[in-house]
């Protein structure tokens, strides 16, 4: 593991996104497609390229860089096998974030997707915000569970909320309230 990376459990860490990782994103997204596909927006095929991820990296961290999010890689075995973020950080008297996160096929049920939530969410209260929230599917019990174990709450339901594996999809919100 590099020395930026924070442990987190079984091996796996949290780090930063940086620049270099276009390729090792790309064969991350690639080896997860099916998997990730019932749970994100449809994916063209270029989304799977190094290039398409370099333009996605180089937004990120134009993103980090004026405050608005906090892009992270999870990482074993000198692979990336997932990511996590704190995006639309909004300061003044709102301080909130959306959490999202995707954890790779063979990693799922380890705990890494918990211990990344708890990390997040130290993070979030490190920069000073009140409030992360989260969205699911309404089927996703697996993100449901991993975000009660992370001490979200739900919130409600927002009909139509996403665009998802190319339909409208209803979702269930969550919150953590820092402090």
């Known amino acids: 593991m590099r020395a930026n990376t ?15 990782d276009a390729s090792f994103l790309a064969a991350a997204y690639a080896a ?28 990120k961290l134009a993103h980090h860089a004026g405050g608005y999010e906090l892009p992270w890689v999870l990482v074993a075995d000198h692979h990336i096998i997932g990511c996590l973020t704190l995006a639309g950080i909004v300061r003044g008297s709102f301080l909130s974030a959306n959490l999202g996160y995707w954890v790779d096929r063979t990693y ?4 890494i997707g918990s211990a990344a939530v708890a990390f997040a969410v130290r993070e979030a209260k490190e920069i ?14 697996g993100s449901q569970k ?34």
């Open 6 to 20: 924070t442990p987190l459990v079984h091996g796996a860490g949290v780090r930063l996104l940086e620049a270099s």
């Open 32 to 59: 997860n497609k099916e998997h990730l596909a019932p749970w994100e927006p449809k994916r063209s095929d270029d989304f799977f390229t190094v290039e398409h991820q370099r333009k996605i990296i180089d937004l």
């Open 108 to 111: 799922n049920g380890l705990g």
């Open 128 to 141: 000073g915000l009140h409030r992360v929230q989260a969205a699911t599917l309404l089927h996703n019990m």
């Open 146 to 179: 991993i975000l009660e174990r992370g001490g979200f709450q739900e919130i409600g339901v927002a009909p139509a909320y996403l665009e998802i594996a190319g339909s409208w999809q209803d979702h269930r919100l969550y919150q953590r309230i820092l402090f």
